[in-house]
């Protein structure tokens, strides 16, 4: 793909006379992983940590709490995607972008008044206060002042010109996070007075549209003042949430939608876009909709809702499920062919439930679907430098160009990579998957009825450092790592003082034969699929550390196609690129990428014992780890083209029915991680033995 050196020269020019150093910061030098461990390891903590926020009576205890905002620091390669993130699209969205420029509804202005302006702080305040970068900062507070200090006398908030309870719904996310950041007094009783509001209004202005389909997000708000502010009239705007909210546990319950979604299905063409079918199969929709049942939970108790998102992810893996964690979407449920596609939208939003869901219910097996999205998905649909982005991508990406085909319901510029490729919800929202993701790499465990028998959980891994007051001591943790491309983890564990907690660390379901160490001790072989659980006193400087073997294995999806997996990571071909610029949009610009080599391949492997015939070549984890130039892995592959499979339109022709004959001779070809390689083919034939 395009480097910065040519691919935005007009955006050069600008950063070189903002002083930003130009490319520098947009590709920053590598540094190994000592250094990253180094520079965890040397941060210097805050002066106390603060105490979790747990559900407060008549809501059920959840597994896990967040810890407050705040407490962990992303390190190492995290913390180079975050700054790589804020120096590109997302840090300057509102310098390029109308709809979250001057003149957004959400400054006062006469501009997109609707759901723009929250999707883009929706993920601008988390990456800005996590990178503790002044610039951003300033950029979120004008919209935060505005929203605080613009309520209405009668409690709404946001543009006048917009009633919809859908943008506010995702406001009300970024005030929450806010609060919790800044301790801003504003906060709380500006949500309470919007909320006192919107009870008295919904019986005769019920939610409506996305609102209705969405309205487990807001549940999550009016949980989070609940436990601030303990006023009952909020338990009651839950349950008339919930009753007016679509009923989703229900449709996955009887789940009904196994084929792929057509236009003429939803009859799109007759105005039925807002209709109760198009709605419920609409991909981000149902990303949102995973979380519902362990959110509700919170208020019903319901076991079963507590844990309805594992069965909301098997029906979907089962008849939409692709190989880099998704389900297609494009824009509605697609089917299992690899060539369709899934809507940015619904990688950060599907990340964002999976966070909520593993928190309440403390299944493991969400934390490994949180980390293939993570690591897979989500940057697989960026440029490196996060100037552009797709609407839609595919596992099987033979091209990104101006065809129809193969999207359900989306259109030609779907696949692009650019500023608003299709439609720019994606632009503005996109921003909300690394912040968040960094912000639940480790929770607080306990359960509500025993406030002093806190722990700390490991649920998601990444090198950071944690802050957190457990069982009233501040605790101080480094977690260095080259993970997901390595399968070692250190933990070193720093209490002001002795204190006795267990420590729970999430062992993938992948990682049998995994080993914990701690102080150098061999500790009880762990059971992939749950959390291990140490349970001691500890003191300053006590290390575990913990290895996750980390052989390739081999998945079947489509037509009994193969994928190839290491980690939570899924390898591709990077077929060779052109990028051919459409057009110049303001400080970034819209690509076409044609492919220059031959892609058909049919992997020539056992997939019985993948690791006869697959070779794994390592190198250093630098801190730009998901591109093909600095890929810190790579799989190589016996191979042979199958002359019968090829493109049409811009789109691989359904994969042959595996296993293929295949008589070209054998090639090696080499694997890259999924995000590495724009164009790629990611499910593959296999070759008959």
């Known amino acids: 793909m395009p480097t910065a050196s040519w691919m935005h020269l007009s955006r050069r020019r600008f950063m070189h006379r903002l002083g930003l150093a130009g490319l520098a910061l947009v590709f920053p030098a590598l540094r190994s992983f000592a250094s990253q461990k180094s520079s965890a390891a040397s941060s210097s903590p805050p002066s106390s940590a603060r105490p979790a926020v747990r559900n407060r009576a008549p809501l059920a205890a959840s597994a896990f709490s967040f810890l407050p905002l705040g407490s962990i620091r992303p390190a190492g390669w995290l913390k180079a995607q975050l700054r790589t993130q804020a120096n590109g699209l997302s840090g300057h969205l509102d310098e390029t972008w109308a709809d979250v420029g001057p003149t957004s509804g959400w400054l006062g202005g006469k501009g997109e008044s609707w759901e723009r302006g929250p999707y883009f702080l929706d993920g601008l305040v988390p990456l800005a206060w996590l990178l503790d970068d002044a610039r951003l900062k300033a950029k979120a507070q004008k919209f935060i002042d505005w929203t605080l200090e613009h309520q209405a006398p009668s409690g709404i908030i946001g543009p006048a010109s917009n009633d919809d309870w859908w943008p506010r719904i995702v406001m009300l996310k970024v005030l929450t996070q806010y609060q919790e950041l800044t301790g801003d007094a504003r906060v709380i009783p500006v949500m309470d007075k ?54 989703w546990m229900s449709q996955y319950d009887n789940f009904q939608y196994t084929q792929r979604i057509t236009r003429d299905y939803l009859k799109l063409d007759e105005g039925n876009g807002l209709k109760d079918l198009a709605l419920a199969t609409h991909g981000v929709n149902n990303g949102q909709a995973v979380k519902t049942g362990a959110v509700w939970s919170q208020v019903s108790g319901l076991e079963s809702d507590r844990h309805a998102a594992l069965k909301m992810i098997s029906e979907l893996n089962t008849y939409h499920g692709l190989p880099n964690g998704m389900f297609s979407c494009d824009e509605h449920l697609a089917g299992l062919d690899p060539s369709q596609g899934s809507e940015l939208c619904t990688v950060v939003e599907y990340m964002f439930s999976l966070e909520h869901a593993l928190a309440i219910s403390g ?63 994606c632009t503005a929202n996109f921003g909300q998957g690394w912040p968040k993701f960094a912000n639940s790499l480790f ?56 204190v006795a907690f267990p420590l729970r660390l999430r062992i993938p379901a992948w990682a049998s034969g995994a080993s914990i160490r701690v102080n150098g001790t061999l500790q009880p072989a762990p059971q992939p699929g749950s959390f291990a659980r140490i349970e001691r006193t500890w003191k300053a400087g006590d290390r575990v550390e913990f290895v996750f073997p980390m052989a390739p294995r081999v998945s079947r999806w489509f037509r009994g196609s193969i994928a190839i997996e290491r980690g939570p990571l899924v390898f591709s071909f990077a077929i060779g ?54 890929a810190p892995v790579r799989l190589t592959v016996k191979a042979r083209k199958v002359d019968a499979w090829r493109a049409e339109d811009g789109a691989a022709d359904p994969l042959p029915q595996s296993p293929v004959t295949a008589d070209a001779p054998e090639e090696t070809i080499v694997l890259v991680p999924y995000a590495g390689a724009k164009l790629r083919i990611t499910a593959f034939p296999q070759c008959k033995s």
Not at 225 to 242: E, F
Not at 378 to 392: E, I, K, R, S
Not at 605 to 616: C, G, L, N, Q, W
């Open 194 to 247: 919007y909320f006192r509001y919107q009870l008295g209004e919904l019986p005769t202005r019920p939610l409506r549209d996305w609102g209705r389909f969405r309205w487990q997000d807001e549940l999550l708000s009016v949980v989070w003042l609940y436990n601030r502010t303990g006023a009952s009239y909020l338990l009651d705007l839950a349950h008339l949430l919930r009753k007016q909210g679509y009923d």
């Open 363 to 425: 299944d493991a097996s969400l934390g490994d679907r949180l980390e293939q999205l993570a690591f897979n998905a989500l940057p697989g649909t960026l440029t490196d430098d996060m100037w552009a982005h797709q609407y839609n991508q595919e596992p099987n990406q033979v091209e990104c160009s101006l065809h129809r085909k193969p999207w359900t319901t989306d259109g030609p510029e779907s696949g692009l990579y650019g500023l608003e490729p299709n439609f720019g919800c």
């Open 443 to 498: 929770m607080l465990s306990g359960e509500q009825d025993t406030p002093g028998n806190d722990g700390l959980a490991a649920a998601v891994y990444a090198p950071c450092e944690v802050h957190a007051l457990v069982r009233g001591t501040h605790v101080h943790i480094v977690e260095e790592t080259g993970y997901p491309f390595r399968g070692e983890v250190r933990l070193i564990v720093n209490p002001a003082s002795e």
């Open 577 to 630: 690129q052109d990028w051919v610029k459409l057009r110049d949009r303001g400080m970034t610009a819209d690509w076409q990428v044609f492919p220059t080599t031959a892609w058909n391949y049919a992997l020539n492997i056992d997939a019985a014992v993948p690791a006869r015939s697959i070779a794994v070549t390592e190198m250093e984890v630098g801190e730009a780890p998901f591109t093909a130039r600095h």
